[in-house]
């Protein structure tokens, strides 16, 4: 059986889901800005009016996984601040129109403008750079390094950035896949090949083969992130 084409086992919502534990968190923890009143965790007088939140994906948020993940964390962030409003998320992004959407909720007057991974990080550079001026928008990139993915990271007071542990994402998904497979074959979809979705395959795979050092694992890294297909 090819890399690029195998039945793999483990239902794909069921793996997704446990790699979002940590990302979700974190871009939940992102927005909510702390602990204290609604008014300051909105980042502003109540009198100012409601604090606006937007996301940007590269994928939807009936995806089953990373972007659906970040949406119902917003939501949930969303419903326990009651003067925080999410304006209609941008699905489907791609990287080419990553800084026009970005630009858009600025022109908009978002508070906070997150974005779903780290191809938003070199794409949104000279949009964050232009708000730099406005005290009012504050940006929010997840999975993304900032030493490494933002060369003027240290200069951009408006942004931050999480990271979650893909290996210990990787590696639960790899012991739930180890107890479930029938044929010691499992699978895995990155999306695309970055050192993120590498380390987690291999955690995935060695947590597998703690379980049963029999398991062999198959991976696609070629299907990219916004064909749920």
Known sequence: MSESKFNFMLNRRQAIALGLGSAATVALAGCSGGSGSDDKAAGGDSSEGSYKVAMIMSGTITDGGWDQGHY??????????????????????????AATAAQSYVDQGVDLIIGNGNQFASDWAEVVADA???????????????????????????????????????????????????????????????????????????AAQKINPEIKGQYNFEAGFTDAS
Do not use: C
Request: hydrophobic share 35%.
């Open 132 to 206: 730099e001026g406005n005290d009012k928008v504050h940006f929010l990139i997840t999975n993304t390094n900032p030493t490494s993915e933002m060369a003027d990271y240290k200069s951009l007071a408006k942004v931050e950035t999480v990271l979650p542990n893909f290996k210990q994402t990787g590696a639960l998904a790899g012991v739930v896949a180890g107890l479930m497979t029938k044929t010691n074959s499992i699978g895995f979809i990155g999306g695309m090949k970055l050192p993120s979705t590498e380390a987690k395959y291999a955690a995935y795979l060695a």
């Open 72 to 97: 119902e964390s917003l939501k949930r962030a969303i419903e326990s601040h009651p003067k925080w409003e999410m304006l209609e998320p941008k699905e489907n992004t791609p990287d080419a129109d």
